[in-house]
């Protein structure tokens, strides 16, 4: 089973909500991966965690806030978000960091 | 550094045409091969991979043979489907860990009954 899942699937809100975007798999991996992916662009890595430890911060803004509660999940905390934060959100997983990658089927995000 | 030149799309073919997607790499050493496919609306599904030079990675009919010579990794399929129809990423990752995958620009496939 090589499935990675996101919660929700579509998200609109507004520059002074907070919202959580959510990622689970249970392929054991021990690596996790928040890209951001904005039309027809390729992906662009924000965060990496690996083992459950923040590896790679892309110089992310702070509105952006990523957490891995446990090895399964990882999260992705939203505040004061722009209108050109609006985006396809893609969360990964990989066995362990630099190895092949699996992809969730993203959220979509449009901040009003 | 690192980077993936994929042919600038897009591309746009009839139904059980051959096609060929160009993808070239820059990288140090023996990189990890990928193509990633994307349809409408979805994330990015790993469609095959090559971890050492002359593998040929295969999957749903479409093909890719890591060539270390010429630094490539086309991607081939012999009769298109209209449900082929995507985004396609060429993408690599070096082979001693601890690095992120770097990907190509994205070549959009369109094929037409």
């Known amino acids: 089973d090589t499935e990675v899942t996101q919660t929700p699937k579509h998200l609109v809100m507004g520059m002074t909500n907070k919202k959580s975007l959510k990622c689970e798999q249970h392929m054991g991996h021990r690596a996790m991966y928040w890209y951001k992916q904005k039309a027809k662009k390729p992906p662009e890595l924000m965060f990496v965690y690996s083992y459950e430890k923040l590896s790679i911060n892309e110089s992310v803004p702070s509105r952006f806030s990523p957490e891995c509660p446990n090895s399964s999940l990882l999260n992705l905390h939203l505040h004061a978000l722009q209108p050109e934060d609006s985006a396809l959100y893609l969360c990964a997983s990989s066995q362990v960091f630099g190895y092949e990658q699996y992809f969730g089927p993203g959220t979509r995000l449009t901040v009003t | 550094g690192n980077s993936v030149t994929q042919m600038e799309g897009p591309v746009t073919l009839s139904e059980e045409a051959f096609l060929t997607i160009n993808c070239t790499y820059t990288?140090?050493?023996?990189?990890?091969l990928f193509w990633y496919v994307q349809y409408p609306g979805e994330g990015l599904q790993l469609l095959l991979k090559?971890?050492?030079?002359?593998d040929k990675g295969s999957n749903k009919g479409f093909e890719a043979t890591y060539r270390k010579e010429t630094t490539s990794f086309h991607l081939e399929k012999g009769s298109v489907q209209v449900s082929d129809s995507a985004v396609y990423f060429c993408?690599?990752?070096?082979?001693?860990?601890?690095?992120?995958?770097?990907f190509g620009t994205g070549t959009r496939l369109t094929i037409i009954p």
């Open positions: 990288a140090t050493g023996y990189p990890s």
């Open positions: 090559a971890t050492k030079a002359d």
């Open positions: 993408a690599l990752t070096p082979n001693f860990g601890n690095e992120k995958l770097t």
